[in-house]
């Protein structure tokens, strides 16, 4: 389940810009960039000073794919791992893959991963 209000949601995404770029999708994947700007809302208060990107912006940032994918809404996150922050203006890949049993997303910034996690489609 979602954290943010769907107001919440579809603020984050107008102060997420998507980079220039020829959607690599297919049936069982979907690549796209994604860019937080500094001047996104939640970021003052995520932390004072030293902002990074809020999780749940990225979920939202995940959930949004997948309705640009396949046109399904999330039902929920059953498994999250978020390994380093995001910072605001750096450019990172959004994944999203699936394998016939569950659908995975990651985000990576070059080489390192910053999240992944498996997503429940709503029925």
Known sequence: MLIASRRESRDALRHAS?????????DMQHRE?????????ALPGHFPGSPVVPGVVL???????????????VGGFPQVKFLRP????????????DDGKSIRFSIALGAAMIASGSIEAAP
């Open 18 to 26: 998507r980079q220039p770029r020829t959607p690599a999708m297919t």
């Open 33 to 41: 960039s994604l860019r937080i700007g500094a001047d996104h809302p």
């Open 86 to 97: 995001l910072l605001p203006d750096e450019t990172a890949e959004l994944a999203l893959s």
């Open 59 to 73: 979920l939202d940032c995940v959930a949004a794919a997948l309705q640009r994918w396949r046109g399904q809404h």
